[in-house]
């Protein structure tokens, strides 16, 4: 069984940044597909950014992220890093990770970023 937890969330002003991070236990992370994804109004759960495993490193933006977010990993600590800049009210949201293997499907509980204008 995989726990993901994040943290890093909070409140910030319109352009500033926020660093989240996703750490997981048990599973074997380095393996693990993880993505950073955003709660829609209707409940469903929208990708951001994601980054495949050790052996491929390549990295997914959605174009609403691409040149303000950037995911890194770091497996020695089984964790994932979301670094967040020139945020905006629209990105007001809960965020959050997912590690995808084969050997299963995990999420965190999530956690709120705001943004106020």
């Known amino acids: 069984q995989v726990q993901l937890v994040e943290s890093g969330g909070g409140l910030v002003q319109t352009g500033g940044s926020l660093n989240l991070s996703c750490t997981a236990s048990?599973?074997?992370?380095?393996?693990?597909?993880i993505g950073w994804y955003r709660h829609g109004p209707g409940g469903q759960r929208d990708l951001v950014v994601a980054?495949?495993?050790?052996?491929?490193?390549?990295?997914i933006y959605t174009t609403s992220a691409k040149g303000r977010f950037i995911i890194t990993r770091d497996n020695d600590k089984s964790t994932s890093f979301l670094k967040m800049s020139s945020l905006e009210p629209e990105n007001t949201s809960v965020y959050s990770c997912?590690?995808?293997?084969?050997?299963?499907?995990?999420w965190g509980q999530g956690i709120q970023v705001t943004v106020s204008s």
């Open positions: 997912r590690s995808a293997s084969a050997l299963g499907d995990y």
């Open positions: 048990g599973g074997r992370f380095s393996i693990s597909t």
């Open positions: 980054i495949t495993s050790e052996d491929k490193d390549n990295t």
